[in-house]
């Protein structure tokens, strides 16, 4: 069974401040991939990033950052310097190869990031 | 970026009625999905597809049923509707033959509310 737990429901910090959203992950597959999406007030899920199980670099994207542990089985995703325009639901999910059943996303239940002016 | 489409993008329907969502996608992947989204943001699988003639239950069982005669289209239809059915419902879709590796790509999604 595979399973993302984000336990932060909710977060609000004020604009310019950095933020890090939490994701970890349980699967006993060794071969995986790990997703972060932005679900801004519209509906519409955007893809922010795709790491494999194989790759523990972390990644920088502008003001996003991911650091990738699977020492921890983490994913965390930190917006530095955060922006109004940034205020979504930010959902982590995982992709596994477990050799039968659905191979959609298990995603988290997602953190509602508040950013306030 | 993923040209996905999924209309209406808004339905409010009295219980009862028929209603079929539509999600099309203009990149040829093989692979769509179905994810029901709850009011508190939970999303679950609920259908996908493999290919043309290709369709399958997901994780969250659903009363909805998709249908996938053409590569590009996966509609999803409520025979009944009834207010346990009020979600929204989004689309997803990416290449197959690259197995879990390739990126879900997702439609703006359908807002239905079954009054």
């Known amino acids: 069974a595979q399973k993302v737990t984000q336990a932060q429901t909710e977060i609000s910090v004020v604009e310019k401040e950095d933020v890090t959203l939490d994701c970890v992950y349980e699967?006993?597959?060794?071969?995986?991939?790990l997703f972060w999406y932005k679900q801004p007030p519209s509906g519409e899920l955007v893809f922010l990033i795709r790491r494999n199980s194989f790759d523990e670099q972390n990644e920088i994207s502008g003001r996003y950052s991911w650091n990738f542990q699977k020492s921890t089985s983490s994913f965390n995703f930190t917006i530095t310097a955060s922006q109004v325009v940034d205020s979504a639901v930010y959902f982590c999910?995982?992709?596994?190869?477990?050799?039968?059943?659905?191979?959609?996303?298990?995603f988290g239940k997602g953190t509602h990031l508040i950013i306030q002016p | 970026e993923a040209d996905i489409y999924q209309t209406p993008r808004y339905l409010v329907i009295g219980t009862g009625k028929k209603i079929t969502l539509e999600c099309s996608q203009t990149m040829g992947h093989d692979k769509m999905y179905w994810y029901q989204q709850d009011p508190g943001m939970e999303l679950h699988l609920i259908h996908y597809s493999y290919g043309v003639n290709s369709t399958e239950k997901g994780d969250l069982s659903s009363e909805s049923t998709v249908s996938r005669i053409r590569t590009e289209h996966f509609p999803l239809t409520l025979e009944s509707a009834r207010p346990s059915h009020t979600s929204q419902y989004l689309c997803?879709?990416?290449?197959?033959?690259?197995?879990?590796?390739?990126?879900?790509?997702f439609g703006p999604g359908t807002r239905l509310t079954v009054l």
């Open positions: 999910a995982l992709s596994a190869d477990s050799g039968g059943g659905a191979d959609g996303l298990t």
């Open positions: 997803a879709s990416r290449w197959g033959l690259a197995g879990i590796t390739d990126t879900q790509y």
């Open positions: 699967t006993r597959d060794t071969t995986y991939y």
